[in-house]
């Protein structure tokens, strides 16, 4: 899934656009714009921060001047046949130009956040929101829909200590859904159905958990900034490691380190008291 800012304006002439992707758009301010199917039959469309549209693949029309700023989530169709665990080669999805669905408003809207913050929770987040995403297009968007696969049970134990095992060894790193699901030999929405009907959970939320169950032992010592020990444990910004610490564990990590050992001053950084990022200190441009 592609996430994309797109802001259209004044153009000399209409130009002809065509969608190479199923788009998702969220408006992130109110606007408007000159469209129309021909040159000769455009009108001017008006939109309110908030509102979001669903244009399928291959959609295409003239563009002339505008006024419009949208988040575009591009969904490709290897997503939406995942969905359906390859049920169909080719999906296709209605045009909704004013599009209310709760849940893809939600799940829209936490992709922008996380754009905002400059994607501190990664590639698995932003699989995870795409596989959601891809699930409800297909269920509820798709033109010829198709009954899901239903899967029975969940993974054996060889599988699941499997995942486990890679998840360990990769906690430093940035991986994809996609690893995860190809470790036990499986499709991503096989694997994450089948997942959750084993651990609970999602893959993306034991993938946290394990972090910050990681972090747990090393907050134990005197030994590593909080800096150090959240880059150990696969986060990009010390900032996204506070706030999930907080959030799973009720405190911060310096909070927790008090608990434990006697920091000396200095040794330790205040979460949330700069925007101090991970990437710049370990030169990653990838992101959890």
């Given at each position: 899934m592609r996430v994309d800012v797109e802001v259209l304006g004044p153009v000399e002439e209409p130009y002809h656009k065509i969608l190479a992707e199923h788009a998702l758009g969220l408006h992130l301010r109110s606007g408007s714009m000159v469209a129309g199917r021909q040159p000769s039959a455009m009108s001017r469309l008006m939109f309110e921060k908030g509102e979001m549209?669903?244009?399928?693949?291959?959609?295409?029309?003239?563009?002339?001047c505008s006024d419009v700023e949208h988040l575009v989530l591009s969904i490709p169709d290897s997503a939406l046949k995942a969905a359906c665990d390859g049920a169909s080669d080719n999906i296709d999805l209605r045009h909704e130009p004013r599009l209310l669905d709760v849940r893809l408003a939600s799940l829209v809207t936490a992709v922008n956040a996380e754009r905002i913050a400059r994607f501190p929770s990664g590639q698995l987040f932003l699989d995870s929101v795409e596989q959601a995403i891809a699930a409800i297009l297909v269920d509820g968007y798709a033109v010829r829909q198709r009954p899901g696969r239903k899967y029975r049970g969940g993974l054996g134990p060889a599988r699941l200590r499997k995942v486990r095992e890679f998840v360990h060894a990769n906690l430093e790193e940035e991986f994809s859904l996609k690893e995860m699901a190809e470790s036990v030999g499986l499709s991503r929405a096989h694997f994450s159905q089948m997942f959750r009907k084993s651990t609970g959970e999602t893959p993306h939320r034991f993938v946290l958990r394990q972090r910050i169950e990681r972090s747990i032992v090393m907050l134990r010592t005197a030994?590593?900034?909080?800096?150090?020990?959240?880059?150990?444990?696969?986060?990009?910004?010390?900032?996204?490691?506070?706030r999930v610490f907080r959030k799973l564990c009720g405190a911060s990590p310096t909070e927790y380190r008090g608990e434990f050992v006697e920091v000396p001053d200095g040794s330790g950084i205040e979460e949330g008291s700069h925007s101090t990022s991970i990437m710049a200190s370990s030169g990653s441009v990838d992101r959890l």
């Open positions: 549209a669903l244009c399928p693949r291959d959609s295409e029309g003239w563009i002339g030994e590593g900034r909080i800096l150090d020990i959240a880059i150990a444990c696969g986060f990009q910004t010390q900032q996204h490691f506070a």
